[in-house]
């Protein structure tokens, strides 16, 4: 798996550090809004033997369920952002912005 960040990713999740610090993102598979890259305060959401660390998104760790993770293990995620209000708890709901996946299936030798 790869994780990467488009250009308009990286300057929200900047926005963001200025204004809560550091931060984590979180990635459940869950349906509708948990389906969508979370944002928290680093340590605000507390992880657990469920949770997988996939990697850095523009320094910030990323976290993802194990469950999903079986599932996209062989899938390169950009997280992207677009206009709209998601209805969670993520940090860059307030800015009228909601991170995105998008993915592409890698080959496997």
């Known amino acids: 798996m790869k994780l990467?960040?488009?250009d308009?990713?990286?300057e929200l999740i900047d926005?963001?550090?200025?204004?809560?610090?550091?931060?984590m993102f979180h990635q459940s598979g869950g349906c509708c809004d948990g389906s969508s890259p979370m944002c928290y305060p680093l340590g605000e959401f507390k992880?657990?033997?469920q949770d997988v660390l996939v990697g850095?998104?523009?320094?910030c760790p990323f976290y993802m369920g194990r469950a999903q993770y079986?599932?996209?293990?062989?899938t390169d995620l950009t997280i992207d952002?677009?206009?709209?209000r998601g209805a969670s708890f993520s940090l860059e709901i307030p800015e009228g912005k909601r991170f995105i996946v998008r993915s592409d299936v890698c080959a496997i030798d």
């Open 47 to 49: 992880v657990g033997g």
């Open 56 to 59: 850095e998104l523009a320094g």
């Open 70 to 74: 079986k599932l996209w293990e062989h």
């Open 8 to 10: 308009a990713c990286r």
């Open 81 to 84: 952002v677009v206009n709209g």
């Open 15 to 23: 926005l963001l550090k200025s204004k809560h610090g550091e931060l």
């Open 4 to 6: 990467q960040a488009t």
